[in-house]
């Protein structure tokens, strides 16, 4: 990986900063979340990891450092493609052995999520192979999945344990996470999602088990600095929102972060846990009206994962409109994992945020990238192109920035650039 090395591209068709002085300070809300910063015939110049500079290819050009070391730079010629931030992929549960067919075919014969789960399926199913994985094969699983995910343009990713359920293995899961990003040039966020469900050998008492998480997996996991989030699943079949304060409760006590899996089958109050600060409540498929309102007046990010809507087949899904209107900061991620959402593709996320709730491409490519940041906290150094932040680009080879949610299930990202590190298409 060579960090230091200094790259410019230049002569970019579209050039998608995100980055204007008439956007307001925080998550993206309302119109801000049109508002692309658009540059034609642009270049960006990045050194050692961080954007120096973003302009016109013609100022680059002329600019007197760039002329006395053009030899030494990395120059790449991104004639007729856009180039936006790298994607921020803030919800993903890559830390899994086997797939989930069975419930797949089950699904498609009718059989509902909460069938599933009793007969046996769901998240329960997949907590054998890993607590039974040694934590080199799930590395190698994980990092598979990320350098899958540069090549569809993502730079940064939440990675979460959760299909352990276990204190051992789910540090194993954690520790598989930041061994794999330690081989990624992107930036990898984890979070401890040990309150994922209940597990069936605490089936009846879960209270047993939430002190589990709350004394021995978030003690340890932030002793060690293994997570930098707490996740909870919190909806009927997993915590209750008095279990899931609980844990939120442990996890700012050890001075990590909390965001929630939260609306997705039911609808929960959320104004109760806003005292908690979460970074994100994700799903939000069933939002109560005065939460939107004071969701509104805060910074946590409503993280829609429309991904999980279409794989489960739903009719429905998460009124992305009535969000935004209401001046909620909306995120897009995939939810990549085994049974629900199984895809890496942010285009492909984006492009069902388009014709599935109503989202224009522009807030599509703004809830990928910078609110993403946000909702992982990371918004100082992600998620726009501006001077100052991380090198992490995302190149098209598509002439305009409509076109990559336009193209359902076709990757044109040509290359991706993660901390300054120039990952081509494989
Ligand atoms: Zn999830």
């Known amino acids: 990986m060579r960090k230091n090395a200094s790259l410019l591209l230049t002569n970019i068709g579209q050039l998608l900063t995100l980055h204007s002085s008439a956007i307001h300070a925080g998550p993206r809300r309302g119109l801000d979340l049109k508002e692309l910063g658009v540059v034609e015939d642009a270049a960006v110049l990045s050194i050692g990891g961080k954007i120096v500079s973003v302009g016109s290819t013609k100022d680059a050009l002329r600019d007197p450092w760039i002329k006395k070391h053009r030899k030494r730079i990395t120059e ?89 359920l276990t204190l051992e293995s789910e540090l194993k899961s954690l520790e598989a996470i930041r061994e794999a990003a330690r081989s990624w040039p992107g930036t990898v966020i984890s979070t401890l999602l040990g309150a994922h469900v209940v597990p069936r050998e605490f089936q009846g008492r879960s209270q047993n088990y939430v002190d589990i998480v709350c004394m021995e997996m978030i003690p340890q996991a932030a002793r060690r600095r293994l997570a930098q989030f707490v996740d909870v699943f919190c909806d009927k079949g997993a915590f209750t929102a008095e279990e899931t304060a609980q844990i939120f409760d442990s996890a700012r006590k050890h001075g990590l972060n909390v965001r929630a899996h939260i609306c997705q089958l039911s609808e929960t109050r959320l104004e109760p846990f806003l005292r908690f600060e979460p970074a994100s409540f994700d799903h939000m498929d069933h939002v109560n009206d005065a939460d939107m309102v004071a969701l509104a007046k805060s910074d946590t990010v409503a993280t829609l994962v429309p991904g999980a809507n279409y794989f489960l087949g739903l009719k429905d899904y998460p009124n992305a409109r009535k969000l935004i209107d209401s001046g909620v900061p909306v995120a897009l991620a995939t939810d990549y994992n085994p049974g629900t959402s199984p895809t890496i593709s942010m285009p492909m996320a984006m492009s069902l945020a388009c014709t599935h709730m109503k989202m224009s491409p522009a807030e599509a490519i703004a809830a990928a990238t910078i609110n993403g940041a946000w909702a992982l906290r990371l918004a100082e150094r992600k998620g726009t192109i501006e001077s100052g932040k991380d090198a992490d680009f995302a190149v098209f080879n598509v002439k305009d920035y409509r076109e990559i949610p336009y193209w359902f299930g076709a990757n044109h990202c040509s290359m991706t650039v993660l901390n300054g590190v120039i990952q081509p298409r494989n």
């Open 76 to 164: 790449i010629d991104c004639s007729g493609k856009v180039v936006i931030p790298g994607f921020v992929d803030s919800h993903t549960h890559p830390v899994f052995v086997s797939l989930r067919l069975v419930d797949f075919e089950k699904r498609i014969e009718g059989a509902s999520y909460e069938q599933i789960a009793a007969a046996g399926g769901g998240i329960r199913s997949s907590l054998e192979g890993v607590r039974n994985a040694a934590k080199a094969a799930l590395k190698t699983k994980v990092l598979t999945v990320l350098h899958d995910m540069a090549a569809h343009g993502t730079t940064t990713v939440e990675a979460k344990s959760g299909y352990g």
